[in-house]
Structures are given as structure tokens and as C-alpha cells.
């Protein structure tokens, strides 16, 4: 960083989020930092042309997903989405933020024809490049839209999604709550400032003591915009993340903000701008009740462990090599994606039926 305040800086992303501090006073809240810093055109981390998906940091990536991980995760969900696809009538799946595009291919390669259309809906040019690139073989079948056409109906997906979506932060400190932003510190440095802040977390957090945590508007909004288009189909995220009651837990201090680098992760997002990924984890509750309010279905609720083996995960990984299982088991393992991620179900235009994912650990009560 340059460190005189103000000063050119050779970062043409650092120039955008100068530009955009100075429209703002000086002061700019997190969840529009996040957005620049993420899906800045060319430059955000989304849009940008670093590796960022896969196993080991020596590809230059910077995490790994559940499609990444075993195509088992994607050959199990295509259990779910086919009978989605039966109970609403529909032969057309949606996915967001389709990332390398390995999620598509394995659901393509394990419903075949009963999908006529797969809709990818992507904000990132250079992701669209590599989703292009993956899935030619299926040629005409794929298309690419860059929003939400006004009315839509099939089987929407998003795995890990709603984390990436830009989230406001608030501080309680000495008993009063205030909104954390960015701002360039003495030093020219990106740093943290708060002010005053009639937001509230959606549930008092208990105690008088310091706290940081997030809220989701935008994840909300866009779960309401879904309903609203949507009028026929159903809809699975998948994506790490607690209940309200867990989220707001008076333990949890220090919010869940982190950011993902070479495979490490780490609590600054303001350093390394653009280089890395800066996720939150989803309050599952607030996804729900803005479904519902919206005019959707809850068609179920539990962590992916659950999900998974009930859409018959344990079958595959029996006929799947050893070197398989033991990648294909840390999708269901507690200690590593088969708790802390969850599954959450909507439907549209449809009665809401026994969805084979939810049919047994359903947690909806939590919610």
C-alpha cells in the first residue's frame, strides 16, 4: 500500500474502492467493501482470472467444494434434484455460481435426458470461461444468463452461494451497537471504523459484554427476488452456516467473517484485497423466513451428512475405490463438511411433498 493518504496507487481494484470511499464520505460499509473487493468487474475476486478452486495450494487455488472434492457429492444431489424435477413437472435445472463447473457436469452426466435445459446464471466472466470449457460436450443444452430472467420455473442449486453474498457487520461495544465499515487509516491502509447504528441483529444477543456478527440482507433479498421468479420449481442451497438461535449464540463474538488463501484462512479481510476470498456464514433462519415470506415452501432442513446419505451417498461410496471413499466421506464426516454444512429445500407453485433429502433428520424446528 502506498502510504501517503490519498496518493495514486499502482492497484487499479485499491483506485475503485478509493473512488468508491470518497463518493461515500470516507466511510464505506462492509458489505459494499465486500462487494467491490469480490465481483469488482475483471479485477474483485469472482471476476478475476486466479485458479481459486481446487485440492491443493500448488494448483494456485485457494479452497476446495463439494463437487471439487468427489463427484459422488453431485451424482447424490442429482438424487434430490430428480425428484424434484419429477414432483414439479419440470426437465430444466438452474444453477448459481456454478464456480469451475464441475457441480453442472456431474449432474448432467447422472440425469441425462430428463434435463433438457441447464441454465447457469454467473456474474463472473472468467468463471463463465471455465463452465464454457467443461461442459462444451453438452453443447446447446448449457446456457449462460448473467441475472434472473422475470419468470423461471425447474430446480434451482446453489452450493456455496449465499456465504459470498455481501453481508453488513455490527459491533456491540461498551453496550451500544454500531456499524463496522472501511476506511483508509493514517497510514493510507484499509481499516476498520464503526458508527452509531439503528441495525439490530434479528435476535437480542444476551449479555452485556463486546460482540461482533453479521446480518444478510442481500442473501435475503436475493432468496425474495428467487420466490418472486420462480413460479413454478423448487430450490437446495447448500452452504456452512448455524440457525438463528446458533448464529446470535452470545459465544460466537466474533463473528464468522473469514477469507481463503492457498488453502489457509484467515480473520483480515482487508489485506490481499481482490486476492482472496471473503465469505460469511449463512443464518439459515433469515434464508428461510425470507423464502416463506416470499411466498415459498420449506420443503426441509438438515445438515449435509444427512442430506446425503438419505439421497443414497452410502451406496456409492460401497462401489467407489478406496482413494474415492476417503475423499467422498469428508462431504458426510462431522468434523468436516457433514455438519457444519447444511441443506435447506423450497418449492414453488407446488404443494410441498417428502423430499427424499429431508426425509429423515429433517431439522426445520430449529429453524
Known amino acids: 500500500m502506498n502510504p501517503e493518504p490519498g496518493a495514486a496507487r499502482a492497484n487499479p481494484l485499491d483506485r475503485i474502492i478509493d473512488a468508491a470511499l470518497q463518493r461515500a464520505g470516507g466511510w464505506l460499509p462492509f458489505d459494499r467493501f465486500m462487494a467491490l473487493a469480490l465481483y469488482s468487474p475483471g479485477l474483485g475476486y469472482y471476476a478475476n482470472a486466479s485458479a481459486k478452486f481446487g485440492h491443493m495450494p500448488a494448483s494456485g487455488s485457494d479452497f476446495v467444494t463439494a463437487p471439487e472434492l468427489s463427484p459422488l457429492f453431485g451424482q447424490t444431489l442429482a438424487v434430490a434434484v430428480d425428484d424434484a424435477l419429477a414432483h414439479t413437472g419440470s426437465r430444466e435445472i438452474w444453477e448459481f455460481g456454478a464456480g469451475s463447473g464441475a457441480l453442472a457436469l456431474q449432474l448432467l452426466t447422472a440425469l441425462g435426458d430428463r434435463i433438457e435445459r441447464y441454465t447457469i446464471v454467473d456474474l463472473s466472466g472468467t468463471l463463465r470461461a471455465r463452465q464454457q470449457q467443461a461442459l462444451a460436450p453438452w453443447g446447446d443444452k448449457v446456457q449462460w444468463l448473467s441475472e434472473l430472467p422475470e419468470a423461471m420455473q425447474g430446480v434451482v442449486v446453489g452450493n456455496e452461494v449465499l456465504d ?93 467473517v473469514m477469507c481463503h488463501q492457498g488453502h489457509r484462512a484467515d480473520g483480515n479481510p482487508l489485506a490481499d484485497v481482490g486476492a482472496k476470498d471473503i465469505t460469511a456464514h449463512v443464518n439459515f433462519t433469515g434464508a428461510a423466513l425470507a423464502g416463506q415470506e416470499a411466498g415459498l415452501s420449506v420443503l426441509g432442513y438438515c445438515n449435509q451428512a444427512r442430506f446425503l446419505i438419505n439421497c443414497g451417498l452410502v451406496d456409492k461410496l460401497e462401489a467407489a475405490s478406496v482413494q474415492q471413499r476417503a ?38 424446528h430449529t429453524l
Open 164 to 256: 459470498a453474498m455481501p453481508v453488513k457487520l455490527l459491533a456491540r461495544a461498551g453496550g451500544q451497537w454500531f456499524e463496522r465499515g472501511v476506511v483508509r487509516g493514517p497510514d493510507g491502509a484499509l481499516a476498520h471504523a464503526d458508527q452509531p447504528t439503528d441495525l439490530r441483529p434479528p435476535l437480542e444477543v444476551e449479555g452485556a459484554h463486546d460482540y461482533l456478527t453479521e446480518i444478510h440482507p442481500q442473501a435475503q433479498a436475493f432468496i425474495a427476488t428467487l420466490a418472486d421468479r420462480l413460479k413454478r420449481g423448487a430450490a437446495f442451497f447448500l452452504d456452512y452456516g448455524f440457525p438463528e438461535a446458533e448464529y446470535y449464540h452470545p459465544q460466537r463474538h466474533m463473528g464468522t
Open 327 to 364: 475423499l467422498a466421506a469428508r462431504l458426510i464426516h462431522e468434523h468436516e463438511m457433514g455438519e457444519l454444512f447444511k441443506v435447506i429445500g423450497f418449492c414453488a407453485g407446488v404443494q410441498a411433498w417428502d423430499s427424499v433429502g429431508f426425509r429423515e433428520g429433517d431439522r426445520s
